[in-house]
């Protein structure tokens, strides 16, 4: 059983196209993450989320908005792509507490912008 | 936030050799939790150790290892018997309650198993 997956893993767009890429977790975790590892392996916190609310947003431009329906999920949308948001995309999820719960993650979804 | 660096951008090490991976990060908070990540080609990451900061006693697993040195604010990684499915990015990882739980990552180091 996949504990966390998101969907797609590859994802090809062109500049100005709206896309949205899903995260679904089975581990009955409360809190959701969205991070972006850039071309040098940078893994930095978007979004963070406790039992569907928005509990971190890192300075991340606007387009990007997600969306929590329910602490299972937690997808990302992303407006008007531009080339600077090609990058590979991780959602994970973990406890709130305990603080020495780890984070399990997605396997990535990478985004190139054309 | 917090920050974490890891100032060893690329290793390598022969197989079955010992390496040793830096960690070093910044905080004025006595109660936090350290880790380690491996994330192979594969992308996927994958937990490979983690440490409470209030256990004095080294966290280990198998031929991971680590040396937690709290008033250095130190936190490395030692891998033993080194493989070559040991090849990744490693990247250290600190979480602290009294920063929202989350989790701040170091830029990662690259590591090459030589056979």
């Known amino acids: 059983d996949t504990a966390v997956s998101q969907t797609p893993k590859y994802l090809v767009t062109q500049m100005g196209n709206d896309k949205s890429i899903k995260c679904e977790q089975n581990?009955?975790?409360?809190?959701m993450y969205w991070y972006k590892q850039d071309s040098k392996k940078f893994l930095k916190i978007m979004f963070s989320?406790?039992?569907?609310?928005?509990?971190i947003n890192e300075t991340v431009p606007n387009r990007f908005s997600p969306k929590s329906p329910d602490k299972a999920h937690l997808n990302l949308h992303i407006n008007s792509l531009e080339l600077g948001d090609s990058a590979v995309y991780f959602c994970?999820?973990?406890?709130?507490?305990?603080?020495?719960?780890?984070?399990?993650f997605g396997q990535g979804t990478r985004l190139t912008v054309v | 936030a917090q920050t974490v660096t890891q100032s060893q951008p690329e290793m390598s090490v022969q197989e079955a050799e010992t390496v040793t991976l830096s960690c070093t990060y910044d905080?004025?908070?006595?109660?936090?939790?350290l880790f380690w990540y491996k994330q192979p080609p594969s992308r996927q990451m994958i937990l490979v150790i983690r440490?409470?900061?209030?256990?004095?006693q080294n966290a280990t697993e198998n031929r991971f290892s680590v040396n937690f040195q709290k008033a250095a604010k130190s936190f490395s990684l030692k891998i033993s018997d080194s493989q070559l499915g040991d090849a990744a990015m490693y990247f250290c990882?600190?979480?602290?309650?009294?920063?929202?739980?989350?989790?701040?990552f170091g830029t990662g180091t690259s590591l090459t198993v030589i056979p």
């Open positions: 994970a999820s973990s406890q709130y507490d305990p603080p020495s719960s780890e984070a399990f």
């Open positions: 581990l009955g975790h409360d809190t």
């Open positions: 989320y406790n039992n569907k609310e928005l509990i």
């Open positions: 905080t004025s908070e006595s109660d936090y939790y």
């Open positions: 440490q409470e900061a209030y256990k004095q």
């Open positions: 990882a600190y979480r602290s309650p009294n920063t929202g739980n989350q989790f701040y």
